[in-house]
């Protein structure tokens, strides 16, 4: 099991459009190959802070995912509604979740 973790630090005039993007990218990610798992949920004490969880039957239906069309939106997303934002694999550093968009998605 993989579990993908993107947590995304909303523009406060953007949150709702954020959470209304996640919540339509989280149902089709439901649907992908090897999804187990999708939750999205807000932090208690700071609205704006978003996370998407995802849970991976095994590594390979991942990095598929990270090549979808449905993972560009969801970055797209992010990028453009958020302030900051960070991608971790099995809670790994930032770094590593970065650089493994990056290797499925042939930017390395």
């Given at each position: 099991?993989?579990?993908?973790?993107i947590?995304?630090?909303?523009?406060?005039?953007?949150?709702?459009?954020?959470?209304?993007?996640?919540?339509?990218?989280?149902d089709?990610?439901?649907?992908?190959?090897?999804?187990?798992?999708?939750?999205?949920?807000?932090?208690?004490?700071?609205?704006?802070?978003?996370?998407?969880?995802?849970t991976?039957?095994?590594?390979?239906?991942?990095?598929?995912?990270?090549?979808?069309?449905?993972?560009?939106?969801?970055?797209?997303?992010?990028?453009?509604?958020?302030?900051t934002?960070?991608?971790?694999?099995?809670?790994?550093?930032?770094?590593?979740?970065?650089?493994?968009?990056?290797?499925?998605?042939?930017?390395?």
């Open positions: 099991m993989v579990v993908l973790t947590s995304s630090n909303a523009r406060s005039n953007k949150r709702n459009e954020l959470l209304s993007a996640c919540r339509l990218i989280s089709w990610t439901r649907q992908e190959k090897g999804c187990l798992d999708c939750r999205l949920s807000q932090d208690i004490d700071n609205e704006n802070l978003i996370y998407l969880e995802e991976w039957e095994r590594r390979s239906y991942l990095d598929e995912h990270f090549r979808s069309d449905i993972f560009s939106a969801l970055l797209g997303a992010v990028k453009l509604l958020g302030k934002h960070e991608i971790r694999v099995n809670g790994g550093a930032q770094k590593n979740g970065r650089d493994a968009v990056k290797r499925a998605r042939g930017m390395c």
